[in-house]
């Protein structure tokens, strides 16, 4: 039954299929990262907490855990310090949305083990939108192990993929979890632009750029946003820097493969898109989960920290923008580039303006660009 279910997973599209028991091994590390507030504004990290702990609130009489993992496309260049006017979107959101893509294929595997059981076990998948700690499960089946960077590293496949686990009553065999490989290598811990890693398999997900990309609805702190680069969704460094990354192999998943206008993302476009047109251009993509205001406020950054006056114009026309979230940004990256047009439009703006912290965002711009005239 075992061998059979992992020779279905991968008739389904997988890339490979482990058994885990349901008890999470990493439950203790995970309130540790909780208790010191290091997953900043991510509530629903804790708000669940006693599912992750014990599956059985997920599924009553739990036995096993299924995981799955599935590759997406690695970036065609190593990530730039050194930016344009172009926008930085994480490879594995610049196709489909991975939860549309792979949770049907992790149901259909929970039908086949209901079919071949007469009903007699039920199933339950989980693909990164539920409490279960996936990375824990997968690791415990043998898919990989934890790297530095807190994500699940495979010697076959390095460290592009997802992964999905399905909870089910039949039990079957555990696999034996994977040797730790990462010995003496910290090149992905240096990667990171904004020093994320407090220490090896320990982030602080406020300094990461996902997550202030795409999970922080608020302002981006001052100080990180110089660090971010051209990055809009995501950020790819850590991940690149792994040398476990060489043996992987291609992906062909049609679903997966980069949209166009995603690598690079047009950022003058992206600034001009109202909601409509943001919903649209992005339908079925995870970059909806920034929302209009998240991904403009990011645009609004990278075509700071660009530097190049043809970004100006956008920017400009980003202070009447609805949102004050994107007026602010908008605010600061005409600051960092500077000039005479800019200048007047921020002083015009500021006349304008109702919102206190856009003025302030406005007010700083103006002070700082007053320094470089002198």
């Known amino acids: 039954m075992k061998e059979a279910l992992k020779a279905r997973a991968i008739e389904l599209g997988f890339d490979g299929a482990g058994i ?5 091994k990493t439950l203790e590390h ?13 509530e629903y990290l804790a708000r669940r907490e006693p599912q992750r702990a014990d ?6 009489d739990i036995r096993s855990v ?19 006017p172009a ?18 294929r992790l149901n259909e595997l929970g039908r086949w083990i209901e079919n071949q059981t007469g009903g007699a076990h039920a199933a339950r998948a989980f693909i990164d939108s539920g409490p279960a700690l996936e990375r824990d499960y997968a690791v415990q089946a043998g898919l990989g192990w934890f790297g530095k960077h807190t994500n699940v590293l495979s010697r076959a496949h390095g460290n592009w993929f997802f992964i999905g686990v399905l909870l089910t009553t039949l039990k079957l065999e555990p696999d034996e979890p994977a040797r730790d490989h990462c010995g003496t290598c910290s090149r992905c811990l240096t990667a990171c632009p904004t020093n994320a890693f407090i220490a090896p398999r320990l982030l602080d997900a406020r300094r990461c750029i996902s997550y202030l990309t795409i999970e922080l609805k608020g302002a981006i702190p001052r100080e990180l946003r110089p660090l971010m ?4 969704f995501g950020c790819d460094d850590c991940l690149a820097a792994c040398p476990w990354n060489r043996f992987a192999h291609p992906e062909a998943e049609p679903a997966f493969q980069a949209r166009e206008g995603l690598a690079p993302a047009d950022l003058t476009e992206i600034m001009r898109l109202d909601d409509a047109a943001f919903r649209k251009r992005f339908a079925g993509s995870p970059i909806l989960r920034a929302k209009r205001r998240g991904l403009l406020r990011n645009a609004a950054i990278a075509l700071g920290n660009s530097g190049r006056a043809v970004a100006v114009p956008v920017l400009i026309e980003a202070l009447s923008d609805a949102e004050a979230l994107v007026r602010g940004h908008a605010a600061w990256a005409l600051g960092r580039i500077g000039g005479r047009s800019a200048h007047e439009a921020l002083n015009a703006a500021l006349d304008r303006e109702p919102d206190d912290w856009v ?16």
């Open 87 to 104: 926008g930085a979107v994480s490879c594995y959101a610049q196709g489909d949305d991975y939860h549309d893509v792979l949770r049907p």
């Open 30 to 42: 995970y309130r540790d990262w909780l208790a010191r507030g290091l997953h900043g504004e991510m």
């Open 229 to 232: 680069g051209n990055r809009i």
């Open 20 to 24: 885990a028991r349901p008890t999470p």
């Open 66 to 84: 299924i995981a799955v993992i599935k590759r997406y496309p690695a970036p065609s260049h190593s990530p730039a310090r050194t930016v344009a």
């Open 359 to 374: 003025k302030e965002e406005i007010t700083t711009a103006l002070g700082e660009m007053g320094e470089m005239l002198d």
């Open 55 to 60: 599956p059985s609130l997920l599924l009553p």
